[in-house]
């Protein structure tokens, strides 16, 4: 009996600075695949014959806006997703943009609560 899942990723960039995937505290795995981010409750997914599980949170028509790190708050209902032109933070359950920020590369990004640290590829915060 195997204890692992294994998930398909093809276009993960391959980049040791980017933070390409989160598993909430709701065990809600999101991962960022160029422009793309992938959410699926682990909690109820067994495996490729249940791939109509796994749902499109967001997905930029600019190529060149790839996402750079994700990073669910405390409560996992809120998934900040960086990008190479900014940030925003969603509410994963409504699929809603509740807040960004469009200045800079944000590679990191941490909650504190309700607040959102995010670092940026300028050496700004």
Excluded at 33 to 43: G, I, R
């Amino acid at each position: 009996m195997s204890t692992g899942k294994i998930l398909d990723a093809p276009g993960l960039k391959n980049d040791f600075y980017l933070n390409l995937v989160d598993w909430s505290n709701k065990d809600i795995l999101s991962m960022a695949l160029s422009t793309f981010v992938y959410y699926v409750n682990m909690t109820d997914y067994h495996g490729k014959d249940q791939e109509d599980q796994i749902k499109v949170l967001c997905a930029d028509t600019d190529h060149t806006n790839f996402v750079s790190s994700l990073k669910s708050n405390e409560s996992g209902e809120l998934l900040a997703v960086g990008t190479k032109k900014g940030w925003k933070a969603w509410d994963v359950q409504a699929q809603t943009v509740v807040s960004g920020w469009k200045l800079g590369a944000y590679r990191c990004l941490a909650w504190n609560g309700n607040m959102l640290a995010a670092g940026s590829l300028g050496s700004s915060a």
